[in-house]
């Protein structure tokens, strides 16, 4: 029940906090099993709170469009091969076999990625003396 609230608060935009995937309701073009994918992810990425949104489409018809949205987006396509966008732009593929793996580790990385930029901003800034 309280991971159900907080998921609405978030789709809401009203709490903040750990990756928002947005998701295809999944159909004959995909590329991949969207639903088990989306469901594996979720659970694998409980346990960051940094806000961020990744996007997680089978195919190439909405896939680019979405990814371009999003930080990190994968988008499904032939032969088990798929292509993956770090902050909406294309930049590489991933095959079938360890793309969970795969993902969890760029959202980890983008993670301590914005949590460094965070606390770099936050820090005093200590100005010479003339």
């Known amino acids: ?10 789709a809401l935009g009203i709490r903040n906090r750990g990756v928002r995937v947005v998701s295809c309701p999944s159909c004959s073009r995909q590329g991949f099993d969207v639903i088990r994918t989306v469901q594996a992810l979720e659970e694998r990425l409980q346990h960051i709170r940094t806000p961020m949104s ?20 994968i988008t499904g396509g032939g032969n088990g091969k ?18 969970i793996d795969h ?15 965070d606390a770099a901003a936050q820090a005093p800034q200590v100005v010479a003396a003339e």
Do not use: W
């Not at 993956?84 to 793309?99: I, N, P």
């Open 103 to 117: 993902i969890v580790r760029l959202v980890e990385a983008k993670a301590a990625e914005i949590e460094a930029a």
């Open 54 to 73: 990744l996007s997680v489409l089978g195919c190439v018809v909405n896939g680019p469009g979405e990814a371009r949205e999003t930080d990190i987006g």
């Open 82 to 99: 798929h292509m993956v966008y770090l902050s909406g732009v294309t930049d590489h593929h991933v095959q079938d076999t360890g793309m």
């Open 1 to 10: 029940e309280v991971r159900v609230g907080f998921e609405m608060l978030k």
